[in-house]
C-alpha cells in the first residue's frame, strides 16, 4: 500500500453514464488494492446546469461546480482525470433537460431565447457557458495524443469492420464555398508583445460598440479573426440544393453546431430558411408570433405549431410537405421517423456524419431508407477539401479495406483552448453594418473587417505554449513509433502560415535526426495519407483541433468501425493527465434501447483502455509499481476481451454492456493472478479470479434475466442514481466477489 494522488473518474451522459454504474465498482475494488483512491466529478449536463443556478435551488438540491473543480484539478502535476464522452448541448438538447429537471422539482430558469430584462440577459449567460463543447475547452490543458492500440487494430485487422463497395459512376461530391467564408476572409498575426485588446463595432456613421472589453493577448500568441458573410452563404446554399435537385443527389448538410456552438447554429438555421423559404415566407407573422428559432431546425417549427389550432397547423405542415416535394431530397437522420438532416442542428455534427456517408460508398440514407449518392455540403471551405479528397480517392480506387490499411494516429492541437473557433464570446452575428475590429491597448488596430447585417465574425486565439508542446508531442510521438508524421498546414492559409513559422523554428529546438516530418497543405496531406494507407503503412496526422476533431473520428471509423475504442491521452502542461474514452455518437440511440428492451450495447472498451493508460501514468510517475502492474494487467484483459469477442451485442438477450463489464473483469483478475512482477498482488486477486470463473454461467444467467424488460431510470438527462445502479449491476453474484475484494 502506498501513498497516491487519486483517480477522478466522470459522471457524465446517456450511455456511458449507465456503463460507469456497471464498470466502476470493479475499478474502485481493484484499484484499492493498491492504494490507488477513485473519486468521482459530475461533469454531466444536469450537473452543469444545477451547478449554475445554486440560489434556485432548495440546500438539498445544490451541487458543487465539479466541472469548475477539474477545471483548477488539470493544472495540478498530479492530475489523473478519467474523462468519458458527454453532451455538447445543442439549445433544444438544453431545453429538454431544463424541462426535465423542472419537472423532478429542481427550479432552475427556463432558456430565455431573447431576454428582456437584466435578470434574463445573466440567466442567458449562464445557460450559454453550459451549452455546447462546455466540458472540453476547461479539461483539455494539454495536446492530443489519439491512436488505435495494436490490439485494436489488430482485431479489427482480423475482424474487419463494413465498408461497402462504391457504385460504378458514382455522383457523390463535395460542395464548398469558394469567396466569402472564413477561409477566405481570414486574417492572421503573431503577437510580438502582450497587450489588453478589446473588440469593438464600427458602424457607417462612426458610432462604436464595444462587442469585447477585455481580450488579454500574450507575446508570441496567434491571433486570428475572419467573417462568414450572410448573402455568399445564402447564394452557396441556394445553387447547392439547385443542383441537388436537378442531378438526383441527397441534400445533407455537414457542421459541426455542438462544438462551434455560436457560428454554425446560425449557418445550419440559414440552410433551414433557404430550404423552407416558401413557409417562412407565407407564415411570417405566426412564425414570429410563435418565436420558432430555424436556428433550432426545422424540428422547432414541428414543436411549436403542434398546440395551435388544427386548421392552422394542418396549413403550416401543408405547405413543409410541398416544400420537401420542390426541393432536392434531404438526407435522413432516421428514416422511419422522417427526421431530417435539417431536423436538429444536434444531429448535424461532420465528424459523425460524413464518415459513415464514405463507409457506405459515398451514400447517405433517403426517406424510402434506401442509401442514395450525396452531395455533401460543407459550407466553409476551411476542411471541406479532405473529405472531398478522401471520396476522390475511394472513387477511384474504392473503399478502404480495414483488412490491409495502415493506422492514422493523432497528435492533435488543443492546450489551452486553442483553435477554438465559432464556439464561445468572440463570435457575434452582426446587426448593423460596419467594421469589426481588435484593438490593442495602444489603440492601434490588429485585424479588421467590413461587415454587413448577418454575417459571422469570429476571432480565435492559439497561445505560443501551446504550439511548442504540440511540436514536442508529435517529435516524441515519431520517434517512440518509429512513424512519419504530417503537419497538416497551408502556407497560404493565414492562420496556418502563422504556425508554420512557429512549428519550424520549435523543430530546430528537438533532435529530428532520422525522423520523417512533413508539412502538407491539408489536401495534400490527406493525399499522402490515404497512399501511405492503401500501402498498409502508418502516418500520424499532426494537426490542429478542427481537424483533430475531424480525422480522430474519420481514420478510426474507416479502420477499427468506431471511434469508440480509440485510445485518447492527453499529457497536461504541468504534468497530469487526462485520459479520455472515444466518442460518444451512438450513446442515445443506445439509452432508447436499454430503456425499451433492457439492452445496452454501448461498448466500453475505450473506458478500459484510459484506465490501463491512467493506472500506467500514475505508476510511473509517482512510483506506485502496483497501480502499473494493474494498469499492464488490463492492458492484458483487454487484449483478451478483444480476442474473445467479448463486446457486447446489437441485440437484446445476448451479451450486453454489464456481461462485457463481468467479463473484462474476469480477464483482468485472472492476469494479476498470472502475472510474476508483485507477488502479493497475484496473491490477493487469485482467490478473485477463481471465484468469477467458477461463477460464469452463474453470473450470465442473472445478467441474461435482467434484459428484455422496459426500465425505468427516472430521467434521460438526470436520472435517479440508485435506479441505475441497480439496473446496472443486476448479478447479486457478480456483485457480492466484487464488493469482497480487500486492500491487501
Given at each position: 500500500?502506498?501513498?497516491?494522488?487519486?483517480?477522478?473518474?466522470?459522471?457524465?451522459?446517456?450511455?456511458?453514464?449507465?456503463?460507469?454504474?456497471?464498470?466502476?465498482?470493479?475499478?474502485?475494488?481493484?484499484?484499492?488494492?493498491?492504494?490507488?483512491?477513485?473519486?468521482?466529478?459530475?461533469?454531466?449536463?444536469?450537473?452543469?446546469?444545477?451547478?449554475?443556478?445554486?440560489?434556485?435551488?432548495?440546500?438539498?438540491?445544490?451541487?458543487?461546480?465539479?466541472?469548475?473543480?477539474?477545471?483548477?484539478?488539470?493544472?495540478?502535476?498530479?492530475?489523473?482525470?478519467?474523462?468519458?464522452?458527454?453532451?455538447?448541448?445543442?439549445?433544444?438538447?438544453?431545453?429538454?433537460?431544463?424541462?426535465?429537471?423542472?419537472?423532478?422539482?429542481?427550479?432552475?430558469?427556463?432558456?430565455?431565447?431573447?431576454?428582456?430584462?437584466?435578470?434574463?440577459?445573466?440567466?442567458?449567460?449562464?445557460?450559454?457557458?453550459?451549452?455546447?463543447?462546455?466540458?472540453?475547452?476547461?479539461?483539455?490543458?494539454?495536446?492530443?495524443?489519439?491512436?488505435?492500440?495494436?490490439?485494436?487494430?489488430?482485431?479489427?485487422?482480423?475482424?474487419?469492420?463494413?465498408?461497402?463497395?462504391?457504385?460504378?459512376?458514382?455522383?457523390?461530391?463535395?460542395?464548398?464555398?469558394?469567396?466569402?467564408?472564413?477561409?477566405?476572409?481570414?486574417?492572421?498575426?503573431?503577437?510580438?508583445?502582450?497587450?489588453?485588446?478589446?473588440?469593438?463595432?464600427?458602424?457607417?456613421?462612426?458610432?462604436?460598440?464595444?462587442?469585447?472589453?477585455?481580450?488579454?493577448?500574450?507575446?508570441?500568441?496567434?491571433?486570428?479573426?475572419?467573417?462568414?458573410?450572410?448573402?455568399?452563404?445564402?447564394?452557396?446554399?441556394?445553387?447547392?440544393?439547385?443542383?441537388?435537385?436537378?442531378?438526383?443527389?441527397?441534400?445533407?448538410?455537414?457542421?459541426?453546431?455542438?462544438?462551434?456552438?455560436?457560428?454554425?447554429?446560425?449557418?445550419?438555421?440559414?440552410?433551414?430558411?433557404?430550404?423552407?423559404?416558401?413557409?417562412?415566407?407565407?407564415?411570417?407573422?405566426?412564425?414570429?408570433?410563435?418565436?420558432?428559432?430555424?436556428?433550432?431546425?426545422?424540428?422547432?417549427?414541428?414543436?411549436?405549431?403542434?398546440?395551435?389550432?388544427?386548421?392552422?397547423?394542418?396549413?403550416?405542415?401543408?405547405?413543409?410537405?410541398?416544400?420537401?416535394?420542390?426541393?432536392?431530397?434531404?438526407?435522413?437522420?432516421?428514416?422511419?421517423?422522417?427526421?431530417?438532416?435539417?431536423?436538429?442542428?444536434?444531429?448535424?455534427?461532420?465528424?459523425?456524419?460524413?464518415?459513415?456517408?464514405?463507409?457506405?460508398?459515398?451514400?447517405?440514407?433517403?426517406?424510402?431508407?434506401?442509401?442514395?449518392?450525396?452531395?455533401?455540403?460543407?459550407?466553409?471551405?476551411?476542411?471541406?477539401?479532405?473529405?472531398?479528397?478522401?471520396?476522390?480517392?475511394?472513387?477511384?480506387?474504392?473503399?478502404?479495406?480495414?483488412?490491409?490499411?495502415?493506422?492514422?494516429?493523432?497528435?492533435?492541437?488543443?492546450?489551452?483552448?486553442?483553435e477554438e473557433y465559432g464556439s464561445h464570446d468572440k463570435t457575434f452575428e452582426i446587426e448593423v453594418p460596419g467594421t469589426v475590429r481588435i484593438v490593442d491597448a495602444e489603440g492601434s488596430v490588429l485585424l479588421e473587417h467590413a461587415v454587413e447585417v448577418g454575417d459571422i465574425w469570429r476571432a480565435c486565439q492559439t497561445k505560443d505554449v501551446a504550439v511548442r508542446d504540440w511540436v514536442k508531442l508529435a517529435v516524441t510521438r515519431a520517434r517512440a513509433s518509429g512513424t512519419p508524421a504530417?503537419?497538416?498546414?497551408?502556407?497560404h492559409r493565414a492562420h496556418d502560415a502563422e504556425l508554420i513559422a512557429k512549428v519550424e523554428a520549435a523543430l530546430g529546438e528537438h533532435d529530428t535526426e532520422g525522423l520523417t516530418l512533413e508539412i502538407l497543405a491539408p489536401v495534400q496531406a490527406m493525399e499522402y495519407?490515404?497512399?501511405?494507407?492503401?500501402?498498409?503503412?502508418?502516418?500520424?496526422?499532426?494537426?490542429?483541433?478542427?481537424?483533430?476533431?475531424?480525422?480522430?473520428?474519420?481514420?478510426?471509423?474507416?479502420?477499427?468501425?468506431?471511434?469508440?475504442?480509440?485510445?485518447?491521452?492527453?499529457?497536461?502542461?504541468?504534468?497530469?493527465?487526462?485520459?479520455?474514452?472515444?466518442?460518444?455518437?451512438?450513446?442515445?440511440?443506445?439509452?432508447?434501447?436499454?430503456?425499451?428492451?433492457?439492452?445496452?450495447?454501448?461498448?466500453?472498451?475505450?473506458?478500459?483502455?484510459?484506465?490501463?493508460?491512467?493506472?500506467?501514468?500514475?505508476?510511473?510517475?509517482?512510483?506506485?509499481?502496483?497501480?502499473?502492474?494493474?494498469?499492464?494487467?488490463?492492458?492484458?484483459?483487454?487484449?483478451?476481451?478483444?480476442?474473445?469477442?467479448?463486446?457486447?451485442?446489437?441485440?437484446?438477450?445476448?451479451?450486453?454492456?454489464?456481461?462485457?463489464?463481468?467479463?473484462?473483469?474476469?480477464?483482468?483478475?485472472?492476469?494479476?493472478?498470472?502475472?510474476?512482477?508483485?507477488?502479493?498482488?497475484?496473491?490477493?486477486?487469485?482467490?478473485?479470479?477463481?471465484?468469477?470463473?467458477?461463477?460464469?454461467?452463474?453470473?450470465?444467467?442473472?445478467?441474461?434475466?435482467?434484459?428484455?424488460?422496459?426500465?425505468?431510470?427516472?430521467?434521460?438527462?438526470?436520472?435517479?442514481?440508485?435506479?441505475?445502479?441497480?439496473?446496472?449491476?443486476?448479478?447479486?453474484?457478480?456483485?457480492?466477489?466484487?464488493?469482497?475484494?480487500?486492500?491487501?
Open positions: 500500500m502506498s501513498n497516491s494522488p487519486p483517480i477522478l473518474y466522470t459522471w457524465t451522459d446517456e450511455a456511458p453514464y449507465l456503463a460507469t454504474h456497471a464498470f466502476l465498482p470493479v475499478v474502485r475494488a481493484f484499484a484499492a488494492v493498491t492504494g490507488v483512491p477513485v473519486e468521482t466529478r459530475d461533469i454531466s449536463l444536469a450537473g452543469r446546469v444545477l451547478a449554475s443556478f445554486p440560489e434556485h435551488l432548495e440546500a438539498d438540491q445544490r451541487v458543487d461546480d465539479d466541472l469548475a473543480d477539474l477545471g483548477r484539478l488539470v493544472e495540478e502535476p498530479e492530475a489523473n482525470v478519467i474523462k468519458l464522452p458527454n453532451i455538447s448541448a445543442s439549445i433544444p438538447q438544453l431545453k429538454a433537460c431544463i424541462a426535465e429537471l423542472q419537472a423532478q422539482g429542481f427550479a432552475v430558469p427556463d432558456y430565455p431565447d431573447e431576454p428582456s430584462s437584466d435578470a434574463e440577459r445573466e440567466v442567458k449567460v449562464r445557460y450559454d457557458r453550459v451549452k455546447g463543447s462546455a466540458v472540453n475547452p476547461v479539461l483539455r490543458q494539454g495536446n492530443s495524443d489519439r491512436r488505435a492500440p495494436k490490439s485494436v487494430k489488430a482485431h479489427a485487422q482480423a475482424n474487419p469492420p463494413r465498408n461497402r463497395a462504391w457504385p460504378e459512376g458514382s455522383s457523390t461530391r463535395v460542395a464548398t464555398m469558394s469567396e466569402g467564408d472564413f477561409r477566405h476572409t481570414e486574417r492572421s498575426l503573431t503577437l510580438a508583445s502582450a497587450t489588453e485588446a478589446r473588440i469593438e463595432h464600427v458602424a457607417e456613421d462612426g458610432s462604436v460598440t464595444v462587442l469585447k472589453a477585455s481580450l488579454p493577448l500574450k507575446a508570441g500568441e496567434v491571433l486570428d479573426a475572419s467573417r462568414m458573410s450572410r448573402s455568399a452563404l445564402v447564394a452557396f446554399l441556394r445553387r447547392r440544393l439547385g443542383e441537388a435537385k436537378e442531378e438526383g443527389l441527397l441534400f445533407s448538410l455537414h457542421l459541426k453546431a455542438t462544438m462551434m456552438k455560436v457560428s454554425d447554429p446560425i449557418i445550419f438555421g440559414h440552410a433551414v430558411r433557404v430550404f423552407f423559404d416558401d413557409v417562412f415566407a407565407k407564415h411570417a407573422e405566426l412564425i414570429e408570433e410563435l418565436g420558432v428559432d430555424p436556428n433550432q431546425g426545422v424540428g422547432d417549427l414541428l414543436s411549436r405549431i403542434a398546440a395551435l389550432p388544427e386548421s392552422q397547423r394542418s396549413a403550416v405542415e401543408a405547405d413543409l410537405r410541398a416544400a420537401y416535394e420542390q426541393g432536392p431530397a434531404l438526407a435522413m437522420v432516421n428514416s422511419d421517423k422522417g427526421i431530417t438532416n435539417l431536423h436538429v442542428p444536434s444531429d448535424v455534427i461532420i465528424d459523425a456524419s460524413i464518415p459513415p456517408m464514405i463507409r457506405d460508398g459515398g451514400r447517405m440514407w433517403n426517406a424510402d431508407g434506401e442509401l442514395q449518392d450525396t452531395l455533401a455540403v460543407i459550407p466553409d471551405s476551411s476542411y471541406a477539401g479532405i473529405y472531398a479528397a478522401v471520396v476522390e480517392d475511394c472513387q477511384a480506387h474504392g473503399p478502404l479495406d480495414a483488412s490491409t490499411i495502415g493506422t492514422v494516429p493523432n497528435v492533435g492541437l488543443m492546450a489551452q483552448k486553442a504530417v503537419f497538416w498546414l497551408d502556407r495519407t490515404l497512399a501511405r494507407c492503401r500501402k498498409g503503412e502508418d502516418t500520424i496526422s499532426v494537426t490542429g483541433n478542427v481537424l483533430r476533431d475531424y480525422l480522430t473520428d474519420l481514420f478510426p471509423i474507416l479502420e477499427i468501425g468506431t471511434s469508440a475504442r480509440m485510445l485518447s491521452i492527453v499529457p497536461l502542461l504541468n504534468g497530469g493527465g487526462l485520459f479520455e474514452t472515444g466518442a460518444g455518437g451512438s450513446a442515445p440511440k443506445h439509452v432508447q434501447q436499454f430503456v425499451e428492451e433492457g439492452h445496452l450495447r454501448w461498448d466500453s472498451l475505450g473506458e478500459y483502455m484510459a484506465l490501463a493508460a491512467s493506472l500506467q501514468h500514475l505508476g510511473e510517475t509517482f512510483d506506485n509499481p502496483g497501480a502499473r502492474v494493474l494498469g499492464d494487467a488490463l492492458d492484458d484483459a483487454t487484449a483478451g476481451y478483444l480476442e474473445h469477442s467479448r463486446s457486447p451485442s446489437r441485440k437484446v438477450n445476448e451479451l450486453d454492456n454489464r456481461g462485457s463489464s463481468f467479463y473484462l473483469t474476469l480477464y483482468w483478475a485472472q492476469a494479476l493472478a498470472a502475472q510474476t512482477a508483485d507477488a502479493e498482488l497475484a496473491a490477493a486477486f487469485a482467490p478473485v479470479a477463481e471465484a468469477l470463473a467458477a461463477a460464469e454461467s452463474t453470473i450470465l444467467d442473472e445478467l441474461e434475466a435482467a434484459q428484455g424488460a422496459a426500465q425505468e431510470l427516472g430521467g434521460y438527462y438526470h436520472p435517479d442514481p440508485v435506479r441505475a445502479a441497480r439496473a446496472m449491476r443486476p448479478s447479486t453474484t457478480f456483485n457480492r466477489v466484487i464488493d469482497g475484494i480487500s486492500p491487501v
